[in-house]
């Protein structure tokens, strides 16, 4: 029985990608196709897409939906808006204004370009005080 949601074959394919190995190379060194590495790749991809994307359900399963960052603001404006919208709901933000900024960052990287968001980003909050983006 395996565990977790990646075969021992996809964690070894993903390790060596890792190294910035080449499918071909990776291919040679397991004894298998360069086709065959591809699928194993993009399967274990998706594994790993399907599980942040449940995650993301679990956290915000009981956050409130705070806010949106539209497409085109700055990193350096999204601070101070989230501030005053969980203020509204009477939640204090656990973040400083550079960790909100790092973690945004770190969990939309293809969204964020130089300091401006390319894409909308709904933001959640626990009352806890904690965020999670979508």
């Known amino acids: 029985m395996k565990e977790g949601l990646l075969t021992e074959r996809q964690k ?3 390790r060596y990608r890792k190294q910035g190995m080449t ?6 060194i397991i004894g298998t196709s360069k086709a065959n590495v591809c699928t194993v790749e993009k399967s274990a991809m998706e594994n790993i897409r399907r599980a942040k994307e449940t995650l993301r359900f679990l956290y915000t399963l009981d956050a409130i939906a705070l ?10 404006t999204v601070g101070p ?3 005053k919208e969980a203020e509204k709901h009477g939640i204090k ?3 400083d204004t550079l960790s909100l900024i790092n973690r945004l960052r770190d969990s939309h990287p293809d969204q964020v370009r130089g300091r401006y968001i390319r894409e ?3 933001v959640y909050i626990t009352q806890d005080g904690d965020l999670y983006f979508e």
């Open 12 to 14: 070894e394919v993903l």
């Open 23 to 28: 499918q071909q190379q990776i291919a040679d």
């Open 67 to 76: 806010c949106t960052i539209p497409a085109g603001t700055d990193l350096l």
């Open 81 to 83: 808006s989230i501030y």
């Open 93 to 95: 933000v656990k973040y």
């Open 120 to 122: 909308e980003i709904g």
